[in-house]
């Protein structure tokens, strides 16, 4: 091929654009539409069961549990005074078992808002059992909201 038609060919290339994705924590959002989908690696489970945060090894602040999966947890609470990717430990225990045993998770927080923390458990170790039983326990004593109450007419 000479350089000319070398040169002819470079011209003729297609023109290439991408579409720009923002990744966020809990899921992609699409800048285009403004929607957010959920990109979960692990199913979430709902539930309520509280828990102490400790932060180098000292009780900081306590929270509930408002959601759970194998991957992270949602803790409602009202503690601010953590920084993102910050490593935390969370105590708790099952109220309904024979055992009166704290059990211990370590998570760093991946998320921060006003309702509370998002915090993930890879990247640090931790008992596999100790989350299984976590999202089991969650699941076994879920009580279903209605956030959406139908309104009935009198008539």
Not at 74 to 81: E, N, V
Not at 135 to 144: D, E, F, N
């Amino acid at each position: 091929m000479t350089d000319r038609n070398l040169i002819n060919v470079k011209l003729m290339r297609p023109t290439v654009s991408y579409k720009t994705v923002a990744v966020a924590t809990n899921g992609i959002h699409d800048e285009s539409g403004g929607r957010v989908m959920e990109h979960r690696l692990s199913k979430r489970v709902q539930g309520k069961l509280g828990l102490f945060v400790y932060k180098r090894g000292m009780p900081v602040a306590t929270g509930q549990i408002r959601d759970a999966s194998k991957r992270g947890l949602f803790i409602s609470t009202d503690y601010t005074d953590v920084q993102l990717n910050q490593t935390l430990e969370l105590e708790f225990r099952f109220p309904d078992n024979q055992e009166k045993q704290f059990r211990r998770l370590k998570a760093h927080v991946v998320r921060k808002s006003d309702k509370g923390l998002g915090v993930d458990f890879e990247g640090v170790e931790n008992d596999g059992f100790t989350i299984s039983s976590l999202v089991q326990w969650l699941k076994k004593h879920h009580v279903p909201m209605n956030y959406f109450p139908v309104r009935r007419q009198a008539y």
